[in-house]
């Protein structure tokens, strides 16, 4: 039971004791409360003066976390039987499958019933096409996916019944290419964040316990040098010592700790649901006469082109290693990896006629965004016929999510450019 408080802050009043048992069952920490003052989704609304301090909630986040696991399990029935979404960006007439999966990723911990820790949970969208091809769907593909209507259902309904779209084929394709593409890039991520994380943990205790220890085998010596001299101190020399080796065991204890942290391994991806995707251009050709081309679309066409072209070209140049994934529909275009550290940049690409003064963003652009703001990149592309500038890069420049019922927002591009950042 949450309550708006602030703008983007929340009071939860009542925390039900299902989630709450849940995130103790799964050893998460910290705790999960029975209340909240503040809880905000946002950064940059934990601190508002006036205001109580409050909870950042986040992925990873134990409140989440935990009320995700119970909605899944109460509801996964609902996900199973799938669904009929519509691209209406999408001129094609072949229907295809966004399978959706659960994957997780364990450590050398276990929880109170013997189970191994879960170190990371995700959902996964892989999208099958029917040539057999597969493919990364994004981190939400469903958001720019709007559920059909079902008056229109009867003119797709003979796409919908093709073999290929039902049956156990299609959850083993996707859990293959999951575990080969999508499961494995989600390991590499946990295991690079935990590997820095970790080795700075175990940096810091090795300090403050070794310099406790030498600390306390110095006392020690000091205090039996005081004993054989006759002296009565306050501390004997072995308990001095004792501290010590309690000290020394304590050290132990932690390092194998995160060991056991580091020590990750993943787990098999397991289908949760699946939605059946239908083109725009289908449900046009099944209801609609032919129509002659539109030439208005044609050009939109080679601007995007002629944009895409720029930033692969620009990316290069700067050294980075582009490509193009702008039919995954993943919420950016390009996936641009620097070859000296592996790290993948995603630039969403905007192509626009020379005086256009504004662009056009999808709801799941923005989330993509607001989910991996330090590696998003917005690049804006002016086009006068064949003359093609220079991109213009800005990081991370979404901060705030659409209305519910949004599927796109309308920025204009002088605000959005006008704090930039070089490439």
Request: net charge negative; with cysteine; proline share 7%.
């Amino acid at each position: 039971e949450a309550i708006l408080r602030e703008p983007g802050r929340y009071e939860i009043t009542h925390v039900p004791s299902t989630v709450r048992q849940r995130a103790r069952d799964a050893g998460l920490r910290p705790a999960v409360l029975p209340t909240y003052e503040r809880v905000t989704f946002d950064k940059e609304r934990i601190a508002v003066l006036g205001h109580p301090l409050a909870e950042f909630v986040c992925p990873g986040h134990p409140l989440l976390d935990a009320t995700i696991d119970v909605l899944l399990e109460q509801h996964r029935d609902l996900l199973r039987r799938g669904a009929v979404l519509v691209d209406e960006l999408d001129p094609g007439t072949e229907p295809r499958m966004v399978v959706f999966l659960e994957h997780a990723i364990v450590d050398g911990r276990v929880t109170r019933d013997g189970s191994p820790r879960v170190a990371s949970r995700r959902m996964e969208f892989v999208e099958l096409l029917a040539d057999g091809t597969a493919r990364n769907a994004g981190p939400a593909p469903y958001l720019d996916y709007p559920p059909l209507d079902p008056e229109r259902r009867p003119v797709v309904e003979r796409a919908l019944d093709d073999p290929w779209l039902h049956g156990p084929a299609v959850e083993e394709r996707a859990v293959g290419y999951a575990i080969e593409h999508v499961s494995r890039a989600h390991l590499a991520e946990v295991r690079e964040r935990t590997e820095t994380r970790v080795a700075k943990t175990l940096a810091a205790v090795k300090e403050r316990l070794t310099h406790e220890m030498n600390y306390s085998d110095f006392r020690a010596e000091e205090i039996l040098a005081q004993e054989l001299a006759g002296k009565t101190p306050k501390l004997n020399s072995e308990k001095a010592r004792a501290r010590a080796t309690e000290l020394e065991g304590r050290l132990k204890r932690r390092t194998h700790e995160l060991e056991l942290e580091r020590s990750l391994s993943s787990l098999p991806p397991v289908v949760v649901g699946g939605a059946i995707v239908v083109p725009q251009g289908l449900l046009d050709g099944a209801s609609e006469p032919a129509t002659p081309p539109d030439l208005g679309r044609r050009e939109t066409k080679r601007i995007e082109l002629a944009a895409m072209q720029a930033v692969m070209v620009a990316e290069r140049a700067a050294g980075f290693d582009p490509r193009d994934i702008s039919a995954e529909n993943r919420g950016y275009d390009v996936e641009s990896r620097d070859p000296a550290t592996g790290r993948l940049r995603f630039i969403e690409v905007k192509g626009r006629a020379e005086g256009a003064t504004t662009i056009t963003v999808t709801k799941n652009e923005i989330l993509t965004c607001l989910n991996a703001a330090d590696q998003y990149w917005l690049a804006v592309v002016a086009v006068d016929g064949d003359q093609v500038a220079a991109p213009a890069y800005r990081n991370a420049p979404f901060h705030a999510e659409p209305d519910f019922g949004a599927t796109s927002v309308n920025y204009v591009i002088r605000d959005l450019l006008q704090a930039g950042q070089p490439q």
